[in-house]
């Protein structure tokens, strides 16, 4: 379980951030200290640890099932977009997981170079080889996919269409 890597990298090439299951604020937090000037995000929780965030202008949050929040953030984005997809029960049980509407969600925008930078990648990928991967290059076969590692374990997946952003975290 990571947080949003702190590259300023993905500020550079976006400027809206959009994250699912918000929690305790850390990633929301992480990017606007990198630049993002729009942060979206939601948890279907109640969530009582971000007061500074909601005083910050440009932080848009939602008391919200991700699917519900993203369906109408999606509705009026017109720009390519940065998506921080994290919202899971506490559980390692990735095929039940919401990621896969909101991965349909984003793949179906009219935008279709969204960066898409995916939590727990290890879990996923170790119950569903290759499923994430598939289902976003059937959407656009100009992806490609880098991937981040915590402790020797590949934690966060990211998926972009430039090579700019993957290319330049993983070797910095
Ligand atoms: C791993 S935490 C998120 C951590 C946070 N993104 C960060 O980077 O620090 C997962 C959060 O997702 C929320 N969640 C679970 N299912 C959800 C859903 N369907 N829609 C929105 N939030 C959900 C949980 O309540 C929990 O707070």
Redesign the pocket.
């Known amino acids: 379980?990571?947080?949003?890597p702190k590259s300023p990298i993905f500020s550079a090439e976006t400027s809206v951030f959009i994250?699912?299951?918000?929690?305790?604020?850390?990633?929301?937090r992480?990017a606007f200290e990198i630049g993002f000037s729009q942060v979206h995000?939601?948890?279907?929780?109640s969530?009582s640890s971000i007061d500074d965030l909601l005083r910050v202008s440009g932080f848009h949050y939602e008391k919200?099932?991700?699917?519900d929040?993203l369906t109408d953030v999606l509705a009026s984005l017109e720009e390519r977009a940065t998506f921080?997809l994290?919202?899971?029960?506490?559980d390692f049980s990735p095929g039940a997981?919401?990621l896969w509407d909101e991965l349909d969600l984003i793949l179906a925008h009219r935008v279709k170079d969204h960066v898409i930078v995916v939590?727990?990648w290890d879990i996923i990928r170790r119950q569903f080889p290759e499923r994430l991967e598939q289902r976003i290059l059937a959407a656009n076969p100009l992806y490609s996919f880098a991937a981040i590692t915590f402790n020797r374990i590949p934690d966060i997946l990211i998926a972009e269409t430039c090579l700019g952003i993957s290319s330049s975290i993983i070797n910095p």
């Open positions: 379980m990571g947080a949003f994250e699912t299951g918000t929690a305790s604020g850390r990633s929301s992480i995000s939601c948890d279907i929780r969530i919200r099932k991700s699917t929040f921080w994290d919202a899971h029960p506490p997981w919401s939590d727990d």
